[in-house]
């Protein structure tokens, strides 16, 4: 058990451009979800993936922002156009398919947009 | 909505002493309930969790009481120690429902 990682750990990036994060979860873990946490602020839902099926996503996900899981494996999250608000750090957690189980969360990508 | 509301930090103690961080929820239903904890530059870690009304949960020293008359489940430790300071996260999930909601957490400072 590796646990829960992210790629990469920090970004820096000019307002306007293109970010991509990388999480692989835990391996047979079914379900994989996203967060952004804000300075002073706990953990706010994005969305997650059983499988590869995206089962659920928070108002918070604009336009601009897209997650992919295509393989059941590795998921991706992209954030386009990126604003200054945009800044925070986004977790990545996973689970078995039971949902009483533990959320196993990774270290987080720190995202800094100037 | 679902909501957790945790006590305002920061909390500052002196090692040793009692430790309480309260924790109230909102949410249909019966949630699960969490306590997880984060290190500077680290993730969050679980510390511990109840999955119905009664069970406590316990780890390293800290306990929480799932009490749904309360809809509360603060955290406490006997006698804490330097290396506990860190953010702490109160946390609930229902049962049909996968994401977590989390408090805004509470910065707990130890000093020697």
């Known amino acids: 058990d590796t646990g829960v990682s992210q790629d990469p750990r920090h970004k820096i990036t000019k307002r306007g451009q293109n970010v991509t994060f990388r999480c692989d979860p835990i391996?047979?873990?079914?379900?994989l979800y996203w967060y952004r946490q804000t300075l002073g602020q706990g953990p706010e839902f994005l969305t997650y993936f059983q499988n590869e099926a995206q089962l659920e996503k928070s108002r918070l996900l604009s336009d601009r922002f897209s997650a992919e899981r295509p393989k059941g494996s590795f998921s991706t999250l992209e954030i386009q156009r990126t604003e200054q608000g945009d800044s925070a750090m986004y977790l990545c957690?996973?689970?078995?398919?039971?949902?009483?189980?533990?959320?196993?969360f990774g270290p987080g990508t720190r995202l800094l947009v100037l | 909505g679902d909501s957790v509301t945790q006590m305002e930090g920061p909390v500052t103690l002196s090692e040793e002493a009692f430790l309480t961080i309260n924790c109230t929820y909102t949410?249909?239903?019966?949630?699960?309930l969490f306590w997880y904890v984060q290190y500077p530059g680290e993730g969050l870690q679980l510390l511990l969790k109840?999955?119905?009304?009664?069970d406590k949960g316990s780890n390293k020293g800290f306990e929480a009481t799932y009490r749904k008359e309360t809809t509360s489940f603060h955290l406490e430790k006997g006698s804490v120690q330097v290396s506990d300071s860190a953010v702490y996260f109160c946390a609930l999930r229902r049962s049909n429902a996968g994401k977590s909601t989390f408090g805004d957490g509470t910065t707990l400072t130890v000093k020697p």
């Open positions: 949410a249909t239903g019966y949630p699960s």
């Open positions: 109840a999955t119905k009304a009664d």
């Open positions: 391996s047979e873990h079914n379900r």
């Open positions: 957690a996973s689970t078995p398919t039971d949902i009483q189980e533990t959320q196993y």
